[in-house]
């Protein structure tokens, strides 16, 4: 009996140091640094219902558009904005979902929360990127800023957890 207990504290002892090096144990720490990129809109394909309420707010659903992204991301971007804009004063708000695409690789998700000024002129927001297949680990979170016409500055703090 003492041969198998002392058998299995060895087993034992060897499974918890080897829990402990796991790949959480192992993996390299996490980066925090800087995030800047700008977001340019260069194709607006539509939305997929469009329609002015009684009190004369207009709200776009399914609006699409496409373009590009540069600075400390690189690529392709296609969103999809469901829009609420008063149409007397021309402010409203705007909830964004997108794909990052670098190379031919689906790269990042994308989301933000957008409010508009002046028909959507000038715009500002919250904007949250997730890393997806290879750039998985990564996570950018910043705020949002026009930039000019169908363009937003980003700014924030892009985290890397992978090694």
Do not use: C
């Not at 950018?140 to 957890?161: E, H, I, P």
């Amino acid at each position: 009996m003492k041969k198998l207990s002392l058998a299995f504290l060895v087993v034992l002892v060897s499974v918890l140091a080897l829990v402990s090096l796991s790949t959480t144990a192992l993996a390299a720490p996490a980066t925090k640094v800087p995030f800047s990129a700008t977001l340019q809109i260069t194709e607006i394909l539509g939305a997929k219902r469009v329609w002015t309420d009684e009190e004369g707010i207009l709200h776009l659903r399914g609006w699409n558009g496409r373009g590009t992204i540069t600075g400390d991301i690189s690529g392709q971007i296609e969103i999809i904005e469901n829009v609420n804009m008063d149409t007397s004063s021309g402010y409203g708000n705007a909830q964004v979902k997108g794909v990052i695409t670098v190379g031919s690789e689906e790269a990042y998700r994308m989301s933000a929360d957008v409010t508009m000024e002046g028909y959507g002129a000038t715009i500002s927001g919250t904007f949250v990127i997730q890393g997806m297949g290879s750039y998985k680990g990564i996570h950018v979170t910043g705020t949002l800023s026009t930039s000019g016409t169908d363009q937003a500055v980003l700014t924030g703090t892009k985290l890397t957890t992978k090694p």
